[in-house]
């Protein structure tokens, strides 16, 4: 599925959720996709389960503030 992304889409990198990063899958999935596709960093985040909150607050932030400013969301 990676791989077919990175055929339509071509992003420069590709950030798996922090399960993949226990499965230490990323180097695996990177020869698969560069194999298959176009070559393309894969790496794994960071935050852990924390990431669908913080993205969540961000979103929230980002729309308070263009309200308060009188921008278009």
């Known amino acids: 599925m990676i791989a077919i ?3 339509v889409i071509d992003p420069g990198l590709v950030v798996l959720g922090w399960l993949w990063r226990l499965a230490a899958a990323a180097p695996k999935v990177e020869e ?5 596709a ?3 960093e894969i790496t794994t985040s ?9 993205g ?3 979103l929230a ?8 400013l009188g921008l278009p969301c």
Do not use: I, K
Not at 32 to 36: A, D, G, K, S
Not at 46 to 54: F, K
């Open 46 to 54: 960071t935050l852990a389960a924390e990431a669908t909150v913080l």
């Open 38 to 40: 176009f070559p393309a």
């Open 61 to 68: 932030v980002e729309r308070a503030v263009s309200a308060l």
């Open 5 to 7: 992304c990175v055929s």
């Open 32 to 36: 698969v996709v560069r194999r298959l």
């Open 56 to 58: 969540a607050e961000r």
